[in-house]
């Protein structure tokens, strides 16, 4: 059975904040990436306003998902859901998500500028196949290296390290996270096992704004986080 919660307070709440604030406000260090995304804010401010309420489930709860999951978000229902007793982070993965799905409502589909530079910057900044760890290059590839996970998994590392929509991360402010960073939060091992270094870290925090809902062959319905 789903609960479903939005009280004043919870982290539920945090974590939209934090959504709100960093669309609404992320001011990019290059001139023209930060062009390209103020063509498509419009968009992402509409979809700011309509977040649904995520519903607490038990595993049962989740849709067709091909492993275990602590998070889902399901486009044709537009439903986001988290596994009871899941970390505060899952939540803000699987809003994210939904923030993403605008493209297919509004845009039909088509790829903005800002879509396709930031699918290039995730793709410069990741490990060659077969460098990664086995658990990532093998059968579950194409999800873990989707921009759209990618883009989410950043969400969660901006959050976590309490970075703002409009600074311009340095090394220094890397370094100074891992320093107190506990190896907790499942989005930030993914991208620390995937991700070529740290210029290649902050090439994607500082370049990579939003990307567009693209569902893979066989996984259309299926926005997750992984167990």
Known sequence: MAIKAMKSGDPIDKNREFLINWYKNRVMPNFTSQMWYNMDKSKILNQLKNIPQTEFVDESGFIDVPFPVEGQYVPESRRI???KGAAPDVET???NHFLQDYN???????????????AR??????LPRMKMPEEYRGTEYEYFTHPKEIQSRLMSLRQRAG??????????DLQEFWKTYKRDNGDIEDLLNITKDEKAMLDMLNG???VKQI??????????VQS
């Open 163 to 172: 970075f703002k929509p409009d600074q311009v991360v340095t090394p220094k």
């Open 215 to 224: 569902n893979l062959p066989g996984r259309e319905n299926i926005n997750l």
């Open 208 to 210: 990579v704004s939003k």
């Open 81 to 83: 859901l988290v596994k």
């Open 93 to 95: 993965h699987e809003i």
């Open 121 to 126: 910057i995730i793709k410069n900044s990741l």
């Open 104 to 118: 297919n409502q509004w845009s039909e589909g088509n790829e903005s500028f800002s879509d396709n530079e930031n």
